[in-house]
């Protein structure tokens, strides 16, 4: 599992450093400039999301102790939880309607309903160390930003239309579609289906 450490630490780093050592990134920006900074950090996240997916990948193949066993139905709960997963990222990335101004920060609400919905289907050594991570990584960034939204730093969304709402519904629903029936078989190499 040390590959999948090693990214989840290196996205960690360069996901939380805006928050948490401003200071540094200020400096990192000043001594690249904004392009290579905005470079350098894609180039890091990256890299942190190919070592994640290959260490996971490595950690599944070597078969890592079971910490829990999960009962069936939880995965139909989780199954569900991917439903509303599903809308809320493609709501992140519309104009405002009524879910992201209710939400606020949409596409972090569907990061944690994602780890926490595979914590509740999977009790691998390697899973719940990756959606743990994930989950309080999500988390402290939505603490961060609430800071953020108090000094100004950040703007919530504005209210524009309910028909991204809509848009959301149904976009959202054939990304679930998409994952559940393909693409996690596909990406993962595992039938999310029970």
């Given amino acids: 599992m040390t590959l999948l450490v090693a990214g989840l630490v290196l996205f960690i780093a360069t996901h939380l450093l805006r928050p948490i050592a401003p200071g540094l990134r200020n ?36 078969g890592g102790e079971m910490l829990y066993y999960p009962p069936a139905f939880l995965s139909h709960i989780a199954l569900t939880l991917m439903l509303i997963a599903s809308i809320c990222l493609i709501a ?55 800071k953020r939204i108090a000094t100004g730093e950040t703007k919530l969304p504005v209210f524009v239309s309910a028909k991204y709402d809509a848009i959301s519904v149904v976009i959202g629903l054939v990304l679930y579609f998409a994952i559940v029936f393909k693409l996690h078989e596909w990406v993962i190499g595992v039938s999310p289906l029970p």
Wanted: hydrophobic share 60%.
């Fill in 27 to 62: 400096a990192a920006i000043a001594a690249l400039g904004k392009p290579g900074w905005m470079a350098l950090h894609g180039i890091a996240s990256l890299v942190s999301l190919a070592l994640i997916a290959y260490g996971f990948v490595l950690a599944r193949e070597n």
């Fill in 92 to 146: 992140g990335f519309l104009p405002a309607g009524h879910i992201r101004t209710k939400l606020k920060f949409p596409i972090l609400v569907a990061i944690k309903i994602w780890a926490l919905s595979h914590l509740l289907a999977n009790g691998e050594s390697y899973s719940v160390l990756l959606f743990v991570t994930v989950l309080a990584w999500a988390v402290i960034l939505r603490i961060t930003l609430k």
